[in-house]
């Protein structure tokens, strides 16, 4: 059963005037170990992965219904790359297997889907 069901969109561009205008911009979206892959990434492609992260965590925290801000931080939230190659919520544990992610950028935009199922109890 379906709890919820998010959406957003960014402008790249956006974020990459945040990225380069707040040095610590980077630290207050991703966790640790999103920083490690973000820090390994070209100057576009750290643009795109902080839009894309962006939007998955906006999109989840509309899912949740709480939006970010007292209950629900950036940084509670991490999404890394199943072996699959697929994005994947592993934080909060709780939406590790409830979770559905989708992320696609444009020349200009990221865009990200998130829908959470409940688990249903027998």
Not at 25 to 49: G, P, V, Y
Request: charged fraction near 30%.
């Amino acid at each position: 059963m379906i709890e919820g069901i998010g959406l957003d969109i960014i402008e790249l561009r956006r974020i990459d005037r945040l990225r380069k205008k707040q040095t610590r911009f980077a630290e207050r979206i991703l966790t640790e170990r999103e920083l490690e892959i973000f820090n390994d990434l070209s100057d576009r492609r750290q643009t795109e992965f902080l839009a894309g992260r962006f939007a998955v965590k906006e999109a989840f925290s509309k899912a949740k219904g709480t939006g970010i801000g007292k209950d629900l931080s950036f940084t509670d939230i991490e999404v890394l790359r199943a072996e699959t190659g697929q994005p994947t919520i592993t934080l909060p544990l709780d939406y590790q297997s409830s979770s559905f992610v989708s992320i696609s950028h444009s020349e200009d935009y990221a865009v990200a889907q998130v829908v959470l199922m409940k688990k249903i109890e027998n």
